[in-house]
Nanobody, 125 residues
Framework: QVQLVESGGGLVQAGDSLRLSCVAS????????MGWFRQAPGKEREFVAA????????YYADSVKGRFTISRDNAKNTVYLQMNSLKPEDTDVYYC??????????????????WGQGTQVTVSS
């Protein structure tokens, strides 16, 4: 099992920045990819970004490309999501996820094996 704990959410104004962190523990050697998703009440969970655990491949949703950056620190078992130029439409609960098989489709939530509890990001206009 892998446990994931997110942090870094909060209330900011449009144009501000936030950095989310996700610390993995447990059987971290099984992780091949980490992802960030977000979800609003009553809506489906939406892909934001993903990164391979052992390589530098990164992937982004079109809505965040150029504004968000995903990175990782393997020594700390931590993945980050740097969010710049935040917009009110970025308001959501953000979830960290871990995948044991990077050959699977990285945009589909059900392809991931483990999930964090989520952290709220609220962007005011």
């Amino acid at each position: 099992q892998v446990q994931l704990v997110e942090s870094g959410g909060g209330l900011v104004q449009a144009g501000d920045s936030l950095r989310l962190s996700c610390v993995a523990s447990g059987r971290t050697f099984t992780i091949e990819r980490m992802g960030w998703f977000r979800q609003a009440p009553g809506k489906e969970r939406e892909f934001v970004a993903a990164i391979k655990w052992k390589y530098d491949n990164t992937y982004y949703a079109d809505s965040v490309k150029g504004r968000f950056t995903i990175s990782r620190d393997n020594a700390k078992n931590t993945v980050y999501l740097q969010m710049n130029s935040l917009k009110p439409e970025d308001t959501d609960v953000y979830y960290c996820a871990a995948d044991r098989d990077y050959t699977r489709n990285y945009v589909r939530p059900h392809e991931y094996d483990y999930w964090g509890q989520g952290t709220q990001v609220t962007v005011s206009s």
